[in-house]
């Protein structure tokens, strides 16, 4: 793909800090926001300014090294402590996204692996290894776009919920990896963009991304998609994820496992795009996976415009878990996984 059509790059490490886009101000503005503290990066995961699974991760990596950046004068025993503490509590920024806690295990894993060198050597080694976890995102990405290609026929009218672009990974991202890749590879393709309430990613992100690809696309309310799939309007949804358990349950943004439901009762494929960061294999099965519930004011506001009346009670999830059988296939950067998905997302890492 050329890079032009996926300039848009999330999150960057500039010398000595990282530069995010803040999403929230997206698409009216493109705000980007200079990060040089661990505290302000775990508010900008929470506030959702950096979002997406493989996102999430990337700037969980970087984080980590602001964090440790500083420490000094310390035993190997008292900067490990250090960077346990640092690693939950970046964890507790968001808790669905598995990409999060697995680019901290990394992290952890590397520092312990160093324990007899110097703090400074180690610290390098950190910041090394967030790079490379952003690298890597970059090339899996581009990785799955291509790997999906055989599933997109040369004219599809594709489904697809939230944002999983460029804004939610390295670069390309998953789902829209394979939309943007097939508009590269002249496919005639039209794109279902999920509006996606509460916080829009379809409407502000997926549509802000597909515009600058010059992609076909129109925006639908959420609830459309069912009168969509049985006018026989879709021929395929994919969509990404932020957390894959060993047997295929899938968690992603709220309101997937509707469309998973719809799509079964009307024979359309149904397909999640994912890099082998978002599986968990330590979950036997989907309600294990935590949910994030967020803020009543997204549900209750529209903006700054509020749209229920004052004290109204809500529940907010963020993500829903749509089982795997009602999944068709899962395209990773090392291909496309059918069932049976118990054994064949195992085999992914052996
Ligand atoms: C490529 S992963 C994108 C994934 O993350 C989104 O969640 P959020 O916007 O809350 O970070 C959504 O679940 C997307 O499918």
Redo the contacts with the bound molecule.
């Keep these: 793909m050329s890079e032009n059509k996926q300039a848009v790059k999330s999150i960057e490490w500039r010398d000595d800090h990282v530069r995010i886009i803040d999403q929230t101000f997206l698409p009216s503005r493109t705000v980007y926001c200079d990060i040089r503290d661990i505290g302000q990066m775990w508010d900008a995961i929470k506030k ?1 300014k950096v ?4 996102a ?1 991760g990337i700037a969980a990596a970087y984080a980590f090294y602001l964090g440790i950046r500083d420490i000094r004068d310390i035993s190997f025993a008292g900067f490990n402590i250090e960077a346990e503490r640092i690693a939950e509590y970046l964890a507790s920024s968001r808790p669905t ?1 598995v990409n999060l806690k697995w680019a901290l295990d990394r992290i952890l894993m590397t520092i312990y692996a160093l324990r007899e060198k110097p703090i400074e050597e180690i610290k390098a080694k950190v910041l090394e290894v967030a790079q490379t976890i952003h690298q890597e995102d970059i090339r899996t990405c581009r990785q799955i776009g291509l790997n999906g290609q055989e599933l997109i026929p040369k004219k599809a009218n594709i489904l697809t ?4 672009g460029g804004l ?2 390295g670069q390309y ?3 829209l990896s394979m939309i943007f890749h097939a508009h590269e590879e002249g496919k005639n393709i039209h794109v279902w963009v999920d509006e996606t309430r509460p ?1 829009l ?1 379809g409407a502000r992100l997926t549509a802000w991304e597909l515009s600058q690809a010059e992609i076909p696309f129109k925006l639908v309310i959420d609830s459309a998609s069912g009168h969509l799939m049985k006018s026989g309007m879709v021929d395929l949804i994919v ?4 957390r894959v358990a060993a047997n295929g349950d899938t968690a ?2 709220i309101g997937t496992y509707n469309l998973s439901v719809l799509a079964k009762a009307h024979n359309i494929p149904f397909y999640v795009a994912l890099p082998l960061s ?1 599986i968990d294999l330590s979950l036997s099965h989907g309600d294990l996976i935590p949910i994030e519930e967020r803020d009543s004011a997204e549900v209750t506001q529209f903006g700054n415009a509020r749209v229920a009346p004052p004290k109204t009670a809500t529940f907010n999830p ?2 829903d878990v749509t089982p795997a059988e009602n999944i068709t296939a899962f395209i990773t950067e090392k291909g496309i996984v059918r069932p049976p998905f118990t054994e064949n997302l195992k085999k992914l890492f052996e």
């Design positions: 959702l979002r997406g699974a493989p999430i996204a919920h939230c944002n999983t939610a990974t991202g998953t789902a916080l990613q969509v990404g994820t932020d992603n943004k978002t963020a993500f």
